[in-house]
């Protein structure tokens, strides 16, 4: 590789790692708007794994606007992060692939600990506005109450 293509790759994975971390961010904060400008027009989330619902970004913010209502506190916390950049040939495409860890503990209203863990799955788009997710897959391996 050039140094060129290696720098575009850094940047590349810059950038998505800011996506990533502000999907954790946008949850955390319930900042449903910032959720939904994460994705592409076309965008999808899979909760299912975790007991959720699936269908495009815009209606799953929805649903979990309603959701997280039962966490008043909650911090996702995102990592051991594998970015898999699709390859054009030796330069850096336009998709990636990233699986990623994750611990996320919640307190519900009454004062009561609700902690799960598991591994996200996000497909992302380099679009004009830069990096954009076009799906999230959550599978949760734990709970604990």
Not at 24 to 39: G, N, P, Q, T
Request: aromatic fraction near 10%.
């Amino acid at each position: 590789m050039t140094q060129r293509v290696d720098l575009a790759n850094v940047m590349d994975r810059l950038a998505i790692d800011d996506v990533v971390t502000g999907y954790a961010v946008a949850v955390d904060d319930s900042d449903w708007a910032a959720y939904r400008a994460l994705f592409t027009p076309d965008g999808r989330a899979d909760y299912r794994g975790s007991g959720g619902v699936e269908g495009p970004a815009s209606e799953v913010a929805d649903w979990l606007a309603e959701t997280m209502r039962l966490f008043p506190v909650r911090q996702h916390l995102i990592v051991n992060r594998r970015v898999r950049l699709h390859d054009l040939g030796g330069g850096p495409g336009d998709d990636a692939t990233v699986r990623a860890d994750y611990v996320n503990p919640m307190r519900f209203a009454s004062g009561e600990d609700f902690v799960c863990g598991g591994r996200y799955t996000f497909t992302l788009r380099r679009s004009d506005d830069g990096w954009l997710l076009r799906s999230v897959v959550v599978e949760e391996k734990w709970r604990r109450t």
